[in-house]
């Protein structure tokens, strides 16, 4: 990234509008939101397109846009990411740039399945799907058929989505990509899981996790970890899920993944939820919420804030639970996820009641879009 840096800062010096200047600014975008740096991220893909409108720079255009749509999505403002997307996918459209085009409905849909619109998601999978087919393109045809299968889980359709996953999962062998293979594994785990079917989900997770550990994918293996964990909470083999996180918080501070870090100090608040030990949850929520503001990822806040109420509630901190419950309401209502706001209102009508519905508690189960 020095290397980077170095680079601009010559060129603006010597050439300050020089084109190059609009790849250089992405690039080096793309290397902060690697290290979960999404506000410095966005800083330098909006100066790119910036340069980018000057010199009419469509292709530029098109892609800082999208940058800053996928840069927005990840840190939990997915509503502000759809008009960046949008953008993007006229200027893809105006040079005939098909891959992009095709690319982009994807990201699309991506950023309407975090808004809860599933319908509409699965409407710009498809488009997706039709092009990457047209193409040829056997990995972004696996990837919309992944993304397909993502949605139709999260609608509670649970064949349609094996039937997409199994598909994704065939191509995924058939070009030989590991990585793509371990995410199709991955997925149709976590729909045995809400199938209720938990050793057939631990099945598909450890073979995700096997791969993983084959290639040298540490993220994928943390969250396969994280998987495995929620599969063992399930039949009740608390000290086995915890065991599970534990391994992936490790991975997670290792590899510098400070998402994965706060999602899996929510997990474990979890877990210790569940075990009744509701002040030691409160601790890892705390972490979690930290965390979670620190890199600017609003959902996961929301979520910390959600589940650190239910923990309060538990140990009679009655004002204190309010308020996370009210702060986590506010937060999903701003991004739009008007099904995690009723929830809220839920929690906010069972504490005045004084029975806290404790057991509505937000994981942070890893859905490998």
């Not at 699309?108 to 193409?135: C, H, P, V, W």
């Amino acid at each position: 990234m020095a290397d980077l840096q170095q680079q601009i800062a010559q060129l603006e010096q010597t050439t300050p509008e020089s084109p190059l200047l609009v790849t250089l600014y992405n690039n080096l975008g793309q290397a902060y939101e690697s290290r979960y740096d999404d506000k410095q991220a966005i800083e330098f893909y909006e100066k790119a397109l910036l340069l980018a409108e000057a010199k009419k720079d469509v292709a530029g255009q098109a892609r800082s846009l999208r940058n800053i749509g996928d840069a927005l999505k990840n840190c939990g403002r997915p509503a502000q990411a759809v008009g960046y997307y949008e953008r993007a996918l006229a200027q893809y459209h105006s040079v005939e740039d098909r891959n992009g085009e095709a690319t982009t409905l994807g990201q699309l849909g991506n950023t309407y399945d975090d808004l809860g619109r599933y319908s509409q998601a699965i409407q710009f999978y498809q488009q997706s799907l039709e092009i990457m087919r047209k193409l040829g393109n056997r990995l972004g045809e696996a990837s919309s058929l992944g993304n397909l299968g993502n949605a139709y889980y999260a609608l509670g359709y649970y064949s349609q989505a094996i039937q997409f996953h199994e598909q994704c999962l065939e191509i995924m062998r058939e070009i030989r990509n590991r990585q793509g293979e371990t995410m199709s594994l991955g997925n149709l785990g976590l729909i045995y899981y809400a199938l209720n079917q938990y050793p057939q989900a631990i099945q598909f997770h450890q073979q995700s996790l096997e791969i993983e550990r084959e290639i040298g994918d540490r993220l994928g293996e943390a969250n396969s970890l994280g998987n495995l964990e929620l599969a063992y909470n399930a039949l009740g083999q608390h000290p086995s899920a915890i065991q599970f996180h534990q391994q992936w918080l490790e991975i997670a501070r290792e590899t510098g993944n400070r998402r994965g870090e706060a999602a899996s100090l929510g997990n474990l608040g979890i877990e210790y939820h569940a075990l009744g030990q509701y002040s030691q949850a409160a601790q890892f929520h705390q972490q979690h919420l930290e965390i979670a503001r620190e890199i600017g990822d609003l959902r996961g806040e929301a979520t910390s804030l959600f589940n650190l109420g239910n923990a309060l509630a538990k140990i009679d901190q009655k004002s204190e639970a309010h308020t996370s419950y009210e702060a986590a309401r506010a937060l999903f209502a701003d991004m739009g996820l008007d099904h995690l706001v009723e929830q809220c209102d839920s929690a906010l009508r069972s504490l005045e009641e004084l029975e806290p519905d404790s057991s509505q508690v937000l994981d942070e189960n890893v859905s490998n879009d």
